[in-house]
């Protein structure tokens, strides 16, 4: 039988989602009926309503769901109802990617994480009154609701005492900028460390750095205000980029000398910050970007200096991450006070939806139940 339940439905193209009643197709073999206790607001989820990223509309988005099984499809043998899980990313399990421990690049999923369809091309969901069709398997979860059709892959069982309304954030954006450090840059003790964006995602790659021993680690944000955090979490160094008077590049390679820092992640996505990313690497130096702009976006490189200086310029998706492993570590290390994620959350209850999407915090996350 179809499950109704209320989700948020974003109509079209720059419009505010609103709270209807939504009906679930019944799931399939690999799929889970999951009632959803929190989930987090991520900046994928904006960027698909104002246009920055493609999406389909309407559509139900949400990629950092939380929540308990109450149905498991036949295809699930190791998910039982009752199971707590964390949600992630959907991808196939089957190609040389996701067999080689690179999901976040799976062959049938990459796009289509932001299709919000099912791999048949199906879409799960419908709304109550009048039945008009929606795209609702965004990343394998549309978890913007109280109850979600979860594509298998996307789920990562967790222990029945883990607080899922603080650990839903891992399944995106917190994953991505530990990811980032601890997998695609695999920083090492000693190494220096800059993190361009303070926002979650940048704090948690601070956060990943310090665990890694990282030195110095410096933070380079638009607000003093992100800054004070980061220096909390990890941060040795912060430079405010909004101070006119500064030159970004010119300030990390003088608390890197000689030639400048050896990792960076930029977590904005803007080219220009990515373009000050690039020049303040050092010798043998290795950058990469998590922030998404929209398609199309380039920066110059200078490639001389980027020969010269042995220079590496990588992308690096969802943290390059395996979620079962980096979600379990990532839960872990805050058990033992290393990687402190509460810091970062604000929580709304799931008819403030509209605040939430409007309010300056760090990470908010919609309780549901």
């Known amino acids: 039988m179809p499950t109704t339940t209320q989700g948020l439905v ?26 959803i206790e929190a989930t987090g607001i991520c900046h994928t989820d904006l960027s698909c309503i104002d246009g920055t990223l493609p999406a389909e509309f309407p559509n139900v988005l949400g990629h950092e769901g939380a929540g308990t099984i109450l149905e498991a499809g036949s295809e699930l043998k190791h998910l039982s109802p009752g199971d707590k899980v964390l949600l992630s990313f959907n991808h196939c399990s089957k190609c040389s990617e996701c067999t080689s421990s690179h999901p976040a690049y799976c062959h049938a999923f990459g796009q289509l994480n932001f299709g919000g369809r099912r791999a048949d091309g199906t879409q799960p969901l419908s709304l109550s009154n009048g039945g008009k069709k929606l795209y609702g398997s965004f990343f394998g979860q549309s978890s913007f609701a109280k109850v979600a059709v979860i594509a298998g892959a996307s789920m990562v069982k967790v222990p029945s005492s883990t607080r899922l309304e603080l650990f839903a954030p ?68 912060t430079i405010l980029a909004s101070d006119k008077n500064v030159d970004v590049v010119k300030e990390i390679q003088g608390i890197c000398p000689p030639t400048g820092v050896s990792r960076a992640v930029d977590c904005t996505g803007a080219a220009k910050v990515v373009e000050q990313m690039i020049q303040a690497l050092g010798s043998r ?44 570590y990532l839960i872990e290390q805050h058990a033992a006070g290393k990687f402190p994620v509460d810091e970062l959350i604000t929580f709304y209850g799931g008819n403030d939806y509209a605040k939430a999407f409007k309010g300056k915090t760090i990470k908010a996350v919609l309780k549901w139940q």
Do not use: W
């Not at 695609?184 to 890694?212: E, P």
């Not at 010269?308 to 079962?324: A, F, K, N, T, W």
């Open 10 to 35: 974003a109509h079209e193209l720059n419009a505010e989602p609103t709270l209807e009643s939504i009906q679930l197709d019944d799931i399939q073999p690999n799929e889970a009926l999951v009632q």
């Open 170 to 237: 891992l399944g995106c954006g917190i994953q991505t900028g530990a990811g980032s450090v601890l997998n695609t840059l695999d920083v090492q003790s000693g190494q220096s460390l800059a993190v361009f964006g303070a926002g979650s995602v940048g704090l948690a790659a601070i956060m990943a750095g310090k665990l890694r021993g990282a030195n110095p680690v410096i933070a380079i944000d638009l607000s003093s205000e992100r800054l004070a955090l980061a220096q909390k979490l990890g941060a040795t160094h």
């Open 285 to 328: 130096g290795k950058a990469a970007t998590v922030g998404a702009p929209s398609p199309g976006t380039q920066v110059p490189v200078d490639i001389f200096n980027h020969l010269m200086l042995g220079r590496q310029y990588v992308g690096c998706c969802e943290g390059d991450s395996v979620p079962e492993k980096l979600i379990s």
